[in-house]
């Protein structure tokens, strides 16, 4: 275990956040022999801990302090507390995410230059491409213990996958399969294959799904150069006169304000919390908040276009056995305007229990229509719809002054409204998704609304001109060098893949980045 690092200590660099983002990042770091203390808001917990009860674990690990919604989105209705289901814990939603690993495909890092002009749509190329991203990916890949990638078989299909394949087959579609998943198929990388359990939602009691908690953190952690600082909450971001940053200023896990000095700092609190947190920094040198001389920060905010279908069938499925994001279809994830709409969706196996069905097969309903929808609870398949929503700026993040946290703070206020593609999409994977079902014998189908979901994205983009985001290809600041953003903010569009994968590979990118600057002082 590392040494604990001195407050005053301004060589280190202060990772906040330690999921996917900032938690590989602090491992890569700490490898390199950079010292790094990372500040976690949440607690610790390891395999033994997770609860496979979804209520129960809801309450373990899910961020439940108070958040505000606006706009036209279902989620402002039916879950106005709640705008995204994320983790508050070291490991982040790297311990809830179901584990799919997809790289990004060619087109979706050029978005503007694809799409084109898309009215209401702020469309913008990333400032790095596919080609760039390849040999990181790959790197990312191994650390994941990808399947289907390297020599890693992929994982079996359970019930809920033969039938989203058997309807998906009947449909013509071709890309189909157990996915690529950062499950393990064998033993690799001193953790065991997966022992279809389900509850992956819930953290994996096996560790057979990759989660930073119990990989990244300790092996940095092993190094010696790694601090971590669990139930550490961060209230802002503070800087000297020539706008670096030197430090942050948090509350420790007994409430006491402490001032950690850093020569780095990296936000890496995911989509809602990193911009509330560059916004709370606010100063008289950066009235508008930290890193804003764009005005775009919290800007473009991205959740993916999604939705389900449920489907009940004459015989039992029991969707619930095995691993819970089993399978996917990846024919509608082309970029094919022919159908009323631009980008694409990958269709993805999810099964929920009981508990959550009923919170989330359609919000607020009840009588018998809802109800002998779950009497069919065993005889059902569902799938989750997963596509590339439009960014919007005035789809945003901003700090709601009227509610505050436990330590005075103003909360965020996620303000969201669909862009008509995103709408078209969604309608398209709902009319083929019913149609998949219906072709293998469902007796009823349930499109069902989005629910909150952990794909957050946007919020502090990359640009290459400083005007249209918040941070450079290496996810640096464009007006405060020694401050970078390390998460799914970074993300300049949200392709139709989900992010974890690709927010890993720009972590280890990112770790050799800041590395090789600090070795030659220009950080």
């Known amino acids: 275990m590392a040494a604990p690092f001195d407050l005053k200590d301004d060589s280190v660099v202060v990772v906040i956040g330690t999921g996917a983002g900032g938690g590989v990042l602090a491992n890569e770091l700490a490898q390199k022999g950079v010292s790094v203390v990372a500040l976690e808001a949440g607690g610790r917990y ?4 997770y609860v496979n009860d979804e209520w129960e674990s809801f309450g373990q690990l899910a961020w439940l302090e108070p958040r505000t919604t606006s706009g036209d989105w279902r989620v402002a209705k039916d879950f106005s507390g709640l705008p995204a289901w994320i983790v508050k814990a070291v490991g982040g939603t790297s311990i809830h995410w179901a584990g799919a690993s997809l790289r990004f495909q060619e087109h979706e890092w050029k978005a503007r230059t694809t799409y084109g002009n898309v009215p209401g749509a702020n469309l913008l190329d990333w400032p790095i491409d596919g080609a760039e991203m390849a040999p990181w990916y790959e790197k990312a890949e191994a650390k994941l213990g990808v399947t289907r990638t390297g020599d890693r078989p992929g994982l079996p299909g359970n019930n809920n996958y033969k039938v989203l394949e058997a309807g998906a087959k009947a449909l013509g579609y071709k890309e189909v399969s157990t996915g690529r998943m950062a499950i393990n198929s064998i ?4 953790r065991m294959p997966c022992q279809q359990t389900g509850f992956c939602f ?6 057979a799904k990759w989660s930073s908690a119990y990989t990244d953190i300790p092996r940095g952690e092993a190094t010696g150069n790694l601090e971590v600082r669990d139930r550490c909450h961060v209230l802002r971001i503070e800087h000297g006169d020539d706008g670096r940053v030197t430090g942050v200023v948090y509350a420790d896990r007994d409430g006491v304000e402490q001032f950690q000095a850093a020569k780095v700092v990296c936000v890496a609190g995911n989509s809602i919390e990193s911009p509330r947190l560059l916004l709370n920094s606010a100063s008289s040198m ?6 804003n001389s764009s005005g775009q920060v919290g800007r473009n905010y991205m959740r993916h276009t999604t939705g389900s279908v449920y489907a009940v069938f004459p015989e039992p499925v029991r969707m619930w056995r095995g691993t819970t994001m089993a399978g996917i279809v990846q024919d509608e994830a082309r970029h094919d305007p022919s159908r009323g709409f631009v980008g694409g969706y990958e269709f993805e196996t999810l099964s929920l ?12 309903a009840w009588g018998r229509e809802f109800t002998s929808a779950l ?3 065993e005889n059902m398949a569902g799938l989750w719809i997963v596509g590339e929503d439009m960014p919007q700026e005035t789809n945003r993040v901003t700090l709601n002054t009227e509610v505050k946290d436990d330590f005075g703070m103003p909360v965020p206020n996620v303000n969201f409204d669909d862009h008509p593609n995103d709408v078209a999409m969604r309608n398209h994977a709902y009319g083929r998704g019913e149609a998949l079902y219906r072709a293998v014998g469902a007796t009823r189908v349930f499109p069902t609304p989005p629910y909150p979901s952990t794909h ?3 919020t502090n983009r990359m640009s290459e001109n400083p005007r249209d985001g918040v941070v450079n290809a290496h996810g640096q600041s464009h007006d405060v060098p020694n401050l970078f953003v390390s998460d799914g903010s970074q993300f300049t569009s949200g392709a139709a893949e989900n992010p974890t994968l690709t927010i890993v590979a720009l972590a280890i990118r990112q770790a ?6 600090l070795a030659k002082g220009n950080i």
């Open 375 to 377: 009497d069919g609870y």
């Open 512 to 517: 050799d980045h800041i590395a090789s600057e």
């Open 456 to 458: 957050n994205l946007g």
């Open 187 to 190: 033993d690799y990388d001193e």
């Open 202 to 207: 819930q953290g994996c009691k096996w560790g």
């Open 353 to 364: 229990g009981l508990p959550f069905m009923a919170a989330f097969l359609d919000p607020g």
């Open 286 to 291: 950066f009235p508008d908040g930290l890193a």
């Open 46 to 49: 390891l395999p033994e801990d």
